[in-house]
T-cell receptor, first 110, second 111 residues
Framework: SQTIHQWPATLVQPVGSPLSLECTVEGTSNPNLYWYRQAAGRGLQLLFY??????ISSEVPQNLSASRPQDRQFILSSKKLLLSDSGFYLC?????????FGSGTRLTVV | QQPVQSPQAVILREGEDAVINCSSS?????VHWYRQKHGEAPVFLMI???GGEQKGHEKISASFNEKKQQSSLYLTASQLSYSGTYFC????????????WGAGTKLIIKP
């Protein structure tokens, strides 16, 4: 069966520090992968999606970037975090049908 | 354009029914429904792919009215475990799996 792993679960980072969040999917190949951010009490904001290795589409211009170095690996990065980057970051995949989300990373920028 | 969910929030007693609506000003190609419990990731409930389609999942079902550009989620005889925020997501196109998400409907079930 397919599983999605996302880590870390929580992260507290100072303003201006770098960020790297990793997401891996098991049990499937060539999935569509997504990074979402959710502010407290709000809906889901799509940040990036990828349909294949090295193929990244950005939905919202900001100081975040994403990479897909392997078929089942999706990485979200930042060189310098801002206070406004705080939120709940979710990785998701699908291959037709519904989306499956990772357990999320709660990022607090202080 | 973001689909509109209504109501924004609803409080029920255990055993009562609820309806959550998701409507769009643009054509709906497919509609996804998810439930998110506090502090957790959203969980997929069901997807409706064509107009007139209805689906059920235990006591949770949904309909898709393509003409009205609307989908409704029905929760019957609600249980405490149904509490959470419900999101609908609408696809951008027939073969476009990117979703545009509603703002969510918070459902609180009281014993």
């Amino acid at each position: 069966s397919q599983t999605i792993h996302q880590w870390p679960a929580t992260l507290v980072q100072p303003v201006g520090s770098p960020l790297s969040l990793e997401c891996t999917v098991e049990g499937t190949s060539n999935p569509n992968l997504y990074w979402y951010r959710q502010a407290a009490g709000r809906g889901l904001q799509l940040l990036f999606y990828s349909v294949g290795i090295g193929q990244i589409s950005s939905e919202v211009p900001q100081n975040l970037s994403a990479s897909r170095p392997q078929d089942r690996q999706f990485i979200l990065s930042s060189k310098k975090l801002l206070l406004s980057d705080s939120g709940f970051y979710l990785c998701a995949w699908h291959r037709g049908g519904g989306y499956t989300f990772g357990s999320g990373t709660r990022l607090t920028v202080v | 354009q973001q689909p509109v969910q209504s109501p924004q929030a609803v409080i029920l007693r255990e055993g009562e029914d609820a309806v959550i609506n998701c409507s769009s000003s643009k054509a709906l190609y497919s509609v996804h429904w998810y439930r998110q419990k506090h502090g957790e990731a959203p969980v997929f409930l069901m997807i409706l792919l064509k107009g007139g389609e209805q689906k059920g999942h235990e006591k949770i079902s949904a309909s898709f009215n393509e003409k009205k550009q609307q989908s409704s989620l029905y929760l019957t005889a609600s249980q405490l475990s149904y509490s959470g925020t419900y999101f609908c997501g609408t696809a951008k196109g027939y073969s476009n799996y990117q979703l545009i998400w509603g703002a969510g409907t918070k459902l609180i079930i009281k014993p």
